[in-house]
């Protein structure tokens, strides 16, 4: 069964803090990797990843995948209140049909 | 600008009522996707359609159909509505080519009382 898991599940910090959340995965017919990032309404996508070692950045966010350990980590430096929000990792996976496989999310609280 | 869309976006419906929730994207991708989202149980895969009237169940199924009379439009059914069906529904839409990103739509929030 395909299954993707992320930690830690919550996670409150300051202002100004640096995070890492973290995905694992193990899956059968792995194709990439995404991230979104979703507050109070339909997740928006951040990052597509598909090769080992490549960082991806947007800003104070940045991701890298490591398909030999099968994870990914989502840095997001600097943090303000506007990430607060829920994390979510997805696994396409491939074969005959496509598909996505979320983890349960990492919820994010920046205080000020 | 691509867009998908949900017919509603609050619902409540009556125990054993039959639920028609719709989605309709405008980018012609063939892969559409039908979520249900709880509380510490994250985004579940309901069903999902590769191509019109194509189906396969995804992991919790039971309880609901789907239909794709149309490549746009993807439906969902909840044949008699329970109260354990009371969640956050997201559809989704995916295209098998050079694109990645699945594009969802605003969310259809159904409470059955």
């Known amino acids: 069964e395909d299954k993707v898991v992320q930690s830690p599940l919550s996670l409150v910090v300051h202002e100004g803090d640096t995070v890492t959340l973290n995905c694992s995965y193990e899956?059968?017919?792995?194709?990439?990797l995404l991230w979104y990032k979703q507050e109070k309404k339909a997740p928006t996508f951040l990052f597509m990843l598909?090769?080992?070692?490549i960082e991806k950045k947007s800003g104070r966010l940045s991701s890298i995948l490591d398909k030999k350990e099968l994870f990914s980590i989502l840095n997001i430096t600097a943090t303000q209140t506007g990430d607060s929000a829920v994390y979510l990792c997805?696994?396409?996976?491939?074969?005959?049909?496509?598909?996505?496989?979320f983890g349960k999310g990492t919820k994010l609280t920046v205080n000020p | 600008d691509v867009k998908v869309t949900q017919s509603s976006r609050y619902l409540v419906k009556r125990t054993g009522e039959k639920v028609f929730l719709e989605c309709v994207q405008d980018?012609?991708?063939?892969?559409m996707f039908w979520y249900r989202q709880d509380p510490g149980l994250g985004l579940r895969l309901i069903y999902f359609s590769y191509d019109v009237k194509m189906k396969e169940k995804g992991d919790i199924p039971e309880g609901y159909s789907v239909s794709r009379e149309k490549k746009e439009r993807f439906s969902l059914i909840l044949e008699s509505a329970s109260t354990n069906q009371t969640s956050m529904y997201l559809c989704?839409?995916?295209?098998?080519?050079?694109?990645?990103?699945?594009?969802f739509g605003p969310g259809t929030r159904l409470t059955v009382t």
């Open positions: 598909t090769s080992s070692g």
């Open positions: 980018m012609d991708h063939e892969n």
């Open positions: 899956v059968t017919n792995f194709r990439s």
């Open positions: 997805a696994v396409r996976v491939g074969g005959g049909s496509e598909k996505l496989v």
């Open positions: 989704a839409a995916l295209t098998s080519g050079s694109s990645y990103e699945q594009y």
